[in-house]
């Protein structure tokens, strides 16, 4: 497998257009991904999140443009990308008659890996999941299944990961768990998109923040600039910084810009 040189993204999404039937689901998407960054494609329920997903981890193929994953064309190089990347679907995957390290042996022995039980429990470690690991999935809390389901998808240590819908049915604990996971990941080089629908998710994680919204991106950048595209509600005693979430509102037009300078003067006035 070769290198991509430091400087390519490690993904490059070009034009995707995706339909089901009469459904226009992708209408033209554009982002690049930096390798080693955590990238967020924010978007509601239904937006193409998945789909996109899906036609970046070889399992659906696009109507029209073209994407490229850690420099292999998605479906010229579709072996190549399924060897550079691990895919968290929304629904965790985790068997669970088996215990948490029985999962981890399995995916080890599918890949062909030397020492499969070793692989299981460095991971278990690092995953937190020593003392749990003799025991049935089926057993584990919300938060541990997500944790083992992450641990499945990191054997073979892919270069690039993608998390649809991480943290999407869990409590706050475990959410804040799978962050510092992923934070991890990214830390160590590891490029990671992961979807979501919460707003915080993307703020706490990522590098870099796309909305999909009506099949594009209608903005893509940092934390910083998309609040920049809002400007801060100044009342006379108190400034309040416009939230992702805000932001986000704004652009899908479920509330426009003055509603949410209204809604943070609001905010203002009641403190
Ligand atoms: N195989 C399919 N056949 C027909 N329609 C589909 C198929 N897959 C997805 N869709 C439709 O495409 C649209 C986008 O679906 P997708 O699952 O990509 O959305 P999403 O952004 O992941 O949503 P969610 O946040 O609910 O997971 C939806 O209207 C969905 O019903
Ligand atoms: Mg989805």
Redesign the pocket.
């Known amino acids: 497998m070769s290198t991509p040189t430091a400087t390519a993204p490690a993904i490059r999404v070009q034009g995707i257009e995706k339909s089901?039937?009469d459904?226009q689901?992708l209408r033209g998407v554009d982002f690049d991904v930096a390798a080693g960054s955590i990238f967020a494609l924010l978007?509601?329920?239904?937006?193409?999140?998945?789909?996109?997903v899906r036609i970046l981890s070889t399992l659906l193929k696009a109507d029209a443009g073209a994407a490229s994953v850690h420099g292999f064309d998605v479906v010229a190089s579709a072996g190549d990308v399924r060897e550079s990347i691990s895919l968290t679907g929304?629904f965790a995957a985790v068997d669970e008659v088996l215990t948490g390290r029985e999962n981890l042996v399995l995916v080890a022995r599918l890949r062909h890996l030397k020492n499969p039980g070793g692989i299981a429990d460095e991971l278990l470690t690092r995953f937190a999941l020593t003392d749990a690991g003799s025991r049935r999935a089926g057993t584990y809390s919300g938060g541990m299944r997500r944790r083992l389901d992450i641990a499945m998808s990191l054997i073979g240590n892919p270069p690039i990961i993608f998390l649809?819908?991480p943290t999407t049915g869990l409590d706050p604990q475990a959410r804040k768990e799978v962050w510092q996971t992923v934070k991890t990941l990214a830390g160590q080089g590891t490029t990671v998109l992961l979807?979501t629908?919460y707003l915080d998710e993307a703020e706490h994680l990522a590098d870099r923040i796309a909305i999909?919204h009506e099949g594009t991106i209608i903005q893509n950048g940092t934390l910083a600039e998309l609040k920049r595209l809002l400007p801060a509600a100044t009342v006379e005693y108190v400034e309040k910084q416009p939230s992702l979430e805000d932001v986000f509102l704004a652009l899908t037009g479920v509330t426009g810009p003055t509603d949410a300078a209204a809604a943070a003067q609001t905010e203002g006035e009641k403190r």
């Open positions: 089901f039937k459904l689901v978007g509601s329920n239904g937006a193409g999140k998945t789909t996109l929304q649809d819908e979807t629908q999909l």
